[in-house]
């Protein structure tokens, strides 16, 4: 009891705290939270039958399949280069390295329209890339293939930024333990190092592929919308927002909201995953 | 070179050579990497430049010094200068609660915080139309006995206030898509240097405007820097969000990358590329920024350490 009493009469030396934390509780739920409950009210105007095949048309079918797809494979693809990268700008030394880091981020500072004309435009038949791969038979703009390339560019730095640190703080003691207990180096590489890595790969994966799932601006030049077979989902929602019919767009915005919501969640659990395995390291 | 050194090197030099890759494979890996690279992130931002400079030098002036693309850079300045304050502010409040005091649901308050980052740009453009637009919550055809906040939306139409198509519409999803930036750069840093330098400056009587200025600005300024200029980057670039509010009236509601779209569509590529080149190379300065800050920071952290 007496315990008790003196935990809740802590005195708080710094000023503010109703202050700040009031201004950051109304500007959240002015900005972000009312706004979002628009799209689950707005909801409720349909009948639940009416919600049911507005989210299934086959257009919005098809669209979830590609963009779910396209992101899982964009992120993948990510996973294996982002890792080479990481490792090579954190152990090796050549030159440019110092530019070549710092461009990594290039596709979280690059706007997404730029980023989408510029890959439609290269990937394009006559474009740099695009009239390389033509005699080879693969065409990339206006296909899954561009929305793949799209994906993969957005995503790039997640990965990287992720695994980048946990390389940097990765013990070479661990290391020379295993070669010197007659491990090769593809073995330590296996057994000792990718342990380490793989919540952050994971996180960095979740990261990637959350952001590709909602990717519009980037995709959309490349794609060519072609309804069933390069439409994303964002792209369905525009639709219909062009033809003002706002109850469809929201129903299939309250299925990627709730994709997303799902995702924000399992990216936590994963973030709090890496981040014990550090802090258990360090002890 | 004494022998104590040389022997005292020989073990590390062996050690080095058993944990490190062989040559071949180094080779191997960062040309791998420099590929993908330069596939994904080197050829297009060259491509950029040569595209935007593909019909001369005077035409690549005439398209920027176009009425609309000049009403579109004006557009996108505006965005970004009322977005980019409101959420440093908001930055610096929701960091200075959560990271010099504890309360419950902290964890809940900084996921919530996060929220933006998580929603498709096109869904943030859409949050706004539901509540602004003219079938929306606050809209012109919601009929007033069934009006959610009646004086707000009186007030609304009384003042013939246009919110969506029109230029409150851009900010606001301006704002929501910028949202975390400050924050999520804030929150870490102060909540890494505690709060013990500012519980010696309300000991000693500084008041608590003097303890932010004094103590808690100084050691955050780098951080902030930071988050101000991706959240500005950002502001600037938005496409998704604000194509979805906007309207798209040339000379009016068109930011620079909405301008951008709109040249592309009438197959101006060059002029397409001549305003993208704008933005890329506000992405530049962005990127030189942050690892000049980057590198700022380290040395105020080893001059830390060394004090």
């Known amino acids: ?283 | 070179m004494t022998p104590a050194a040389t022997t005292f090197h020989v073990p590390h030099a062996v050690s080095r050579r058993t944990t490190g890759e062989p040559p071949v494979v180094r080779w191997l890996l960062i040309s791998v990497a420099l590929l993908f690279l330069s596939l994904f992130l080197f050829i297009p931002l060259v491509f950029v430049f040569t595209q935007a400079f593909a019909k001369g030098i005077g035409f690549y002036f005439e398209t920027l010094r176009d009425p609309n693309t000049l009403s579109a850079v004006k557009l996108t300045l505006t965005a970004a200068i009322i977005a980019v304050p409101l959420n440093c502010i908001f930055g610096v409040a929701a960091a200075w609660a959560i990271a010099k005091f504890d309360f419950r649901g902290k964890n809940i308050l900084l996921t919530l915080i996060d929220l933006p980052f998580s929603v498709s740009p096109v869904i943030a453009g859409l949050i706004y139309v539901l509540v602004f637009g003219a079938q929306g919550w606050l809209g012109h055809y919601r009929d007033a006995e069934h009006a959610w906040f009646p004086w707000l939306q009186s007030w609304i139409n009384d003042h013939n206030i246009k919110i969506i198509f029109a230029v409150p519409g851009i900010v606001l999803a301006t704002i929501f898509v910028t949202f975390p930036f400050v924050a999520r750069e804030l929150i870490p840093l102060m909540q890494a240097q505690g709060r013990s330098e500012e519980e010696a400056a309300r000991v000693l009587g500084a008041s608590g405007w003097q303890t932010f200025w004094r103590v808690t600005l100084p050691n955050i300024k780098w951080g902030l820097l930071y988050g101000v200029i991706l959240c500005n980057a950002r502001a600037m670039g938005e496409f998704g969000a604000v194509a979805v509010v906007s309207g798209r009236i040339r000379g009016q509601t068109n930011t620079i990358p909405l301008h951008i779209e709109a040249l592309y569509d009438d197959y101006n590529f060059a002029g397409a590329f001549a305003v993208a080149s704008l933005l890329a190379f506000l992405a530049l300065v962005t990127l030189g920024i942050k690892t000049w800050v980057e590198h700022q920071h380290a040395k105020q952290n080893e001059t830390e350490v060394i004090k």
Request: aromatic share 14%; net charge positive; with cysteine.
């Open chain 1, 1 to 283: 009891m007496a315990i008790k009493r003196i935990r809740t009469k802590k005195i708080r030396v710094l000023p503010g705290f109703t202050l700040t934390l009031g201004f950051t509780l109304f500007y959240l739920g002015l900005i972000v939270l009312i706004p979002l409950a628009a799209v689950f009210w707005k909801t409720t105007e349909l009948t639940w039958p009416e919600f049911w095949h507005t989210i299934t048309m086959p257009t919005a079918m098809a669209s979830y399949r590609l963009t779910f797809g396209a992101s899982f494979c964009a992120a993948l693809v990510n996973v294996f280069f982002g890792l080479i990268v990481a490792w090579v700008l954190v152990r090796y030394e050549f030159f440019g390295k110092k530019i070549v880091d710092a461009l990594v981020d290039l596709p979280f500072a690059l706007p997404t329209a730029v980023a989408g004309i510029t890959l439609a435009a290269l990937y394009s038949q006559n474009g740099w890339v695009g009239q390389l791969l033509a005699p080879l038979g693969i065409k990339v703009a206006n296909t899954q293939l561009g929305i793949f390339v799209a994906l993969t560019f957005i995503g790039l730095p997640f990965i990287v930024r992720t695994v980048q640190p946990i390389i940097e703080d990765l013990d070479p003691e661990l290391e020379e333990a295993a070669s010197s207990l007659g491990a090769s180096r593809w073995q330590v590489f296996w057994r000792v190092i990718l342990p380490v890595l793989t919540p952050a790969l994971l996180t960095g994966f979740a990261l990637a592929f959350a952001r590709a799932l909602g990717e519009y601006g980037s995709v959309i030049f490349i794609a060519g919308n072609i309804p069933m077979k390069t439409q994303i989902t964002p792209v369905i929602i525009m639709g219909e927002l062009d033809m003002f019919d706002y109850a469809k767009a929201t129903a299939i915005a309250v299925v990627m909201l709730v994709v997303s919501f799902v995702l924000l969640l399992a990216i936590n659990v994963l973030q709090w995953w890496t981040n014990r395995y550090n802090t258990h390291n360090l002890a």
